[in-house]
């Protein structure tokens, strides 16, 4: 069969639906369709399915592995873990050990790298240092210090800048309240300092505190991983179409008509017809293809849309070597160009060795490191991972670097919708404005939800499109044959 040669049929009452992208957004939704009763073509372009969900197995499938794109599930993301649930892999489901847990992961204070159990010393230092000498309370500089720690090891630069701006208003809201409930243990509970008292947020410049939730979410508990990679959602999903999904099928232009939408395909550009059509093509790629029959409205949000990048190394090492020093898991903050590494594991054969995502990072950072030729990204990470871990530089001790620069990847070009600093009305009527369909053509996909970035969002968009497109079947009744190709 030619690679191109896909034929829409129908029968019943059920249309043939095609869903453009296999990602998570994708694959719900022809799970979902399917199981209402339509046929399901799924159109991919790459290679591979999964889309920003991208398990690198270094070793073969029971060997360590890195998670290049999506890799924690928070637990009040229901919709995640309801297909987690419906896969049969919630038995596979661990604490994820979030950046600085770990007393033993390494932070960098005032230039020198820190271990998190002898942080506060260092902190309360830097923190005097920033407020220019005056006098504060040690446990109002030391939750101070752990909030520009944390920031400095989860945000991009520009909110790097803020909070160090902040730092006198922050100081002095905290000076006014009693500490002693977050600061037990060797790294301060920030996440319910913060939620408790709203002063500390209002302390805060308003782009800042939009990057609260994400910050509160990404350095506390409360987040799951799976044991086996988190693959294991989408292979999972694509197991149970019946159609199997088409890789290697690049979309390369849309025409909406009044019966139809007609999809092109691939360089040779031939155009396929089907009643109905769900696109969950991140809009940083649809914008580049042609489309018609589009509201001017819609193509408007298509090319303005914000996205952030990301880029993702992980390196595969002989051994665990970081389980020597007591690190059992979490991430340390190392900052420079790497700016986070997590800790991994062996897979099931520990003579594989074991992976570890060597730099993660995003928005400003993931650009100097994601637009830089593979080789040279790959050197600098492991240059700046030696000064973290001598160990990397032993001979032998790392076999293979493996990376994606989100922002550069064709079917991508980007990590994330970025809606941060948003006001809640600009932000509900962008969402409407990217999920609103143009007849035929649906949308979903992270980028049509409120709270972009995860995966929850993208399942969350699709769950809204998937009634409204067997509503328009069922309405329209039994309205396609066969396919048609021009
Ligand atoms: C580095 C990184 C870390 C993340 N971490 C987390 C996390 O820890 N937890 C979490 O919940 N979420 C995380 N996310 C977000 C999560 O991965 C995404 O929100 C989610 O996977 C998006 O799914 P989607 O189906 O909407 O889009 P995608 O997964 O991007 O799917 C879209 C699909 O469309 C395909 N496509 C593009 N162009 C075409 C074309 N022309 N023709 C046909 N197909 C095309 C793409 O190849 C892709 O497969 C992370 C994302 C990244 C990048």
């Known amino acids: 069969m030619d690679r191109f040669d896909v034929t829409p049929t129908g029968r019943n009452g059920r249309a043939t639906v095609a869903v453009l992208g296999a990602g998570i957004s994708g694959l719900v939704a022809a799970y979902e369709l399917q199981r209402l009763g339509h046929e399901v073509d799924v159109l991919e372009a790459d290679e591979r399915i999964g889309g920003r969900v991208f398990t690198h197995r270094f070793a073969g499938q ?117 500490l002693t409930p977050y600061l037990k243990d060797d790294r301060p509970d920030l996440g319910a300092a913060l939620r408790r008292h709203p002063e500390l947020w209002r302390a805060c410049s308003s782009r800042l505190q939009s990057f609260l939730d994400d910050l509160i979410r990404e350095s506390g508990t409360g987040m799951c991983h799976l044991a086996g990679g988190m693959d294991q959602l989408t292979e999972g999903l694509a197991a149970r179409l019946r159609r199997p999904v088409l890789t290697g099928h690049a979309i390369s232009g849309i025409d909406v008509r009044r019966d139809e939408v007609r999809v092109r395909l691939g360089r040779r550009g031939r155009a396929v017809g089907y009643p109905v059509v769900l696109c969950t093509i991140p809009f940083a790629v649809l914008r580049h293809l042609p489309l018609t029959g589009v509201e001017a409205d819609k193509l408007d949000v298509i090319s303005t849309l914000d996205y952030s990048p990301a880029t993702k190394v992980g390196v595969h090492c002989r051994r665990a070597f970081w389980a020597d020093q007591g690190i059992t898991g979490g991430g340390s903050a190392p900052g420079g160009r790497v700016r986070q590494t997590y800790y991994g594991t062996t897979g099931k054969d520990p003579s594989r060795g074991a992976a570890l995502l060597g730099s993660y990072t995003i928005a400003e950072d993931a650009d100097l490191l994601g637009r830089l030729p593979e080789p040279a990204r790959h050197a600098a990470v492991l240059h700046e991972l030696r000064d973290l871990h001598p160990e990397f530089g032993r001979p032998g001790m790392v076999r293979d670097v493996v990376s994606v620069a989100w922002g550069e990847r064709p079917w991508h070009r980007g990590c994330a919708a970025r809606r941060w600093g948003m006001s809640a009305t600009a932000l509900a009527r962008e969402v409407e404005r990217a999920a609103r369909p143009q007849g035929r053509l649906f949308f979903a996909g992270e980028h049509c939800s409120p709270a972009p970035a995860w995966l929850n969002a993208g399942i969350a968009s699709t769950l809204e499109a998937v009634p409204r497109i067997d509503d328009l079947a069922r309405r329209t009744g039994a309205w396609y044959d066969a396919g048609r190709s021009a």
């Open 62 to 178: 029971d060997g360590p592995f890195a998670e290049l794109g999506a890799m924690r599930i928070p637990v009040d993301h229901h919709l995640t873990l309801r297909y987690v649930d419906t896969l049969g892999l919630r038995g596979r489901l661990r604490p994820f050990r979030n950046v600085l847990s770990d007393p033993d992961n390494l932070l960098r204070v005032g230039g020198e790298l820190v271990r998190v159990r002898n942080a506060a010393k260092p902190l309360i230092r830097y923190t005097e240092e920033l407020a220019g000498g005056r006098s504060h309370r040690p446990e109002a500089l030391l939750l101070v210090g752990w909030l520009h720690a944390t920031v400095r090891a989860l945000a991009p630069r520009e909110l790097r800048e803020l909070v160090r701006r902040d730092t006198g208003k922050l100081l002095a809201a905290a000076g006014r309240l009693d």
